[in-house]
Nanobody
């Protein structure tokens, strides 16, 4: 079983940047596609970005494309989300997630991921 621990959230002004990190433990991490989703108060969890097990393919929600970058370091069992040009509407709890099924189609549905971290709060002030 893989465990995920997110860090790097916080309070930032609009236009600023944050880098989220996700530390993974467990031997299936390196074969898992990984992703980030977020959930704002009163809203459903939404897909943000994902990366294939090798890092060769990345996927982004339209709302963050060009501003956010997902990456991974399999040697360190880490996944990152670099967030630039942040907007107040990016305010949410951000969750790291993994797909252990061995095949990830690039789906933007959070249910494509079967294990999750506890989340880290990102607040963007206007």
């Amino acid at each position: 079983q893989v465990q995920l621990v997110e860090s790097g959230g916080g309070l930032v002004q609009a236009g600023g940047s944050l880098r989220l990190s996700c530390a993974a433990s467990g031997r299936t991490f390196r074969s898992s596609a990984m992703g980030w989703s977020r959930q704002a108060p009163g809203k459903e969890r939404e897909f943000v970005a994902a990366i294939s097990w090798s890092g060769a393919s990345t996927y982004y929600a339209d709302s963050v494309k060009g501003r956010f970058t997902i990456s991974r370091d399999n040697a360190k069992n880490m996944v990152y989300l670099q967030m630039n040009s942040l907007k107040p509407e990016d305010t949410a709890v951000y969750y790291c997630a993994g797909n252990s099924g061995g095949y990830y189609s690039g789906s933007h549905n959070p249910s494509a991921f079967d294990y999750w971290g506890q989340g880290t709060q990102v607040t963007v002030s206007s």
